[in-house]
């Protein structure tokens, strides 16, 4: 699926439509039997039951979330935060996709597919995770974009003058800095800072400052069970921490991965014939101009 503003359109108009249309697309012979594809993921391929119990100290592996058919509970939804005054600003400005359309957002990724960044690709666009163990490491590979993370679990601590002036002072990333432990023999905690400003906690627009600290806790239940909570801690932008919610994720029996990707050509092609000569909904208040006309 090349063109990730079929997903903006599902954004304003639902999911049900695109549900009905991959299944007519589904060869026939696949739909009757569930039968298992080589290089194709197949959400009715499910997984049964629990699998026995989770192995210690390991998340490696494919996993399929809230949005690729198997059958785990819908995407969350994060607690309404508490901005402080420069939180709010910043909150203002923002103008997401669900409620501007694609002509009045100024959401980077669906105008020019820039990247989602961290936490924002843990949440949005979630339909497959796969995880991978090293000595000293272990990468996050995100579906949407394939785009990869490292959390560090060699125990070192993560970097306190991100952004800094001064001689060897680490930039900001989309997927900042992140380092992290086990808790037990099947939670791994993670704390992530130095994520890019210009990127957005979610979907909705929330914003955060370079110092922001987000916690994640996967906590592998069994074999074939995965799900994450993810917490916000950024006195610049919130009056207190706010969950970000937890989203569960399941085994996949045949360990596939299928490409999705944002292509700015394709974008600007569907920016300039459907979605600016669309507009914005009449609705909102004090209309902004498409950023073609900007």
């Given amino acids: 699926m090349r063109i990730q503003f079929a997903g903006a359109i599902l954004a304003v108009a639902g999911t049900l439509a695109f549900s009905l249309v991959a299944m007519a697309q589904a060869p026939q012979p696949q739909q009757e039997t569930g039968e298992r594809w080589l290089w194709k993921y197949n959400g009715r391929d499910r997984i049964v039951g629990t699998g026995g119990p989770a192995p210690v100290h390991d998340l490696t592996g494919t996993w399929a979330g809230p949005q690729s058919g198997s059958g785990v509970p819908g995407l969350p939804r994060p607690e309404v935060p508490s901005f402080t005054p420069m939180g709010q600003k910043l909150f203002s400005a923002n103008r997401p996709i669900g409620k501007y359309s694609p002509a009045g957002t100024n959401d980077a990724n669906f105008r020019t597919c820039d990247p989602f960044g961290f936490p924002r690709a843990a949440l949005d666009e979630i339909r497959h995770v796969q995880f991978g163990t090293m000595p000293d490491r272990i990468v996050v590979m995100y579906q949407f974009q394939q785009a990869w993370r490292a959390i560090w679990v060699d125990g070192r601590e993560l970097p306190k003058n991100v952004g800094g002036t001064e001689k060897g002072a680490p930039d900001p990333r989309y997927y900042g800095y992140s380092v992290g432990h086990w808790e037990n023999d099947n939670t791994l905690v993670v704390e992530t800072t130095g994520l890019d400003e210009n990127t957005w906690l979610t979907k909705s627009g929330y914003p955060h400052s370079v110092d922001a600290r987000i916690e994640e806790r996967y906590t592998r239940t069994?074999?074939?069970?995965?799900?994450?909570?993810?917490?916000?801690?950024?006195?610049?932008?919130?009056?207190?921490?706010?969950?970000?919610?937890?989203?569960?994720?399941?085994?996949?029996?045949?360990?596939?991965?299928?490409?999705?990707?944002?292509?700015?050509?394709?974008?600007?092609?569907?920016?300039?014939?459907?979605?600016?000569?669309?507009?914005?909904?009449?609705?909102?208040?004090?209309?902004?101009?498409?950023?073609?006309?900007?």
């Fill in 222 to 294: 069994d074999h074939n069970d995965l799900n994450v909570t993810l917490t916000v801690d950024d006195p610049k932008i919130y009056t207190k921490p706010f969950s970000l919610g937890t989203v569960y994720f399941r085994w996949v029996p045949g360990q596939l991965f299928d490409e999705k990707l944002c292509i700015p050509s394709d974008t600007i092609e569907y920016l300039k014939s459907v979605g600016d000569p669309a507009g914005m909904d009449p609705n909102i208040k004090g209309p902004v101009q498409p950023q073609s006309q900007r």
